[in-house]
C-alpha cells in the first residue's frame, strides 16, 4: 500500500517538473502568463505530493528477518525442553517469544495470531500445563516462517550499517 502511494507520489512529481519545464519560459518577462507564484504554486504542491514517499522505507531495513533469524533459532530449541515438561525452560523464553512475534508486525491478521498462541503458551506453562503447552508450541512452530530458518543459511549482515557504524565514537 505505501509504495503505490509512493509510485503515484513519483508520478505527480514528474507530471509537475513537466508542467514547470514545458510551461515557463527561460526567463520570466513581467508580462508573462505564467509567474513565478504560479511555478512556485507547482513546485510546493509536488514537494506535498511526495511527502509520503518516506514512508515506504521505512519497512525495508530487514527488521522483520533480523527478528526471525535471531530470536527464531532459540525458540526452536525449546523443543527438548518442551518435551520434557520443562515449563521454567519456557517461561524464561518468555521475552524470546515476544520479540521474535515482531516479524509479524506488518502482518495484523498473523500478528494477532501469534500473539494469541504465544500467551496461551505462557499461561499454560506457568499453570504447569506440560501437556497443553506440547500441543500450543507444536502448533506455534508449525507456522510456515519457522521452515525459511531451517532451509535458509542465516542472511549476512556483514556489510549492513547499523546505527553503531554511524555514530562517532571517541
Known sequence: MARGRALSAVVLLVAASVAVRTGLPAFLTPG???SRRDALAVASGAAVATLGAQTAWADAQGEPNTALFKYGPPILKLQD???KGDVDEVLRKENKFKLLNGYWRNQPEQYKEVNMLTEQILDAAAEGKTKEVKDLYARYVNIPEFKIITTYPKP?????VGTSNSMAVR
Not at 156 to 160: D, I, K
Open 32 to 34: 508573462s502568463e505564467f
Open 81 to 83: 525442553a518442551v518435551e
Open 156 to 160: 549476512n549482515v556483514f556489510h549492513v
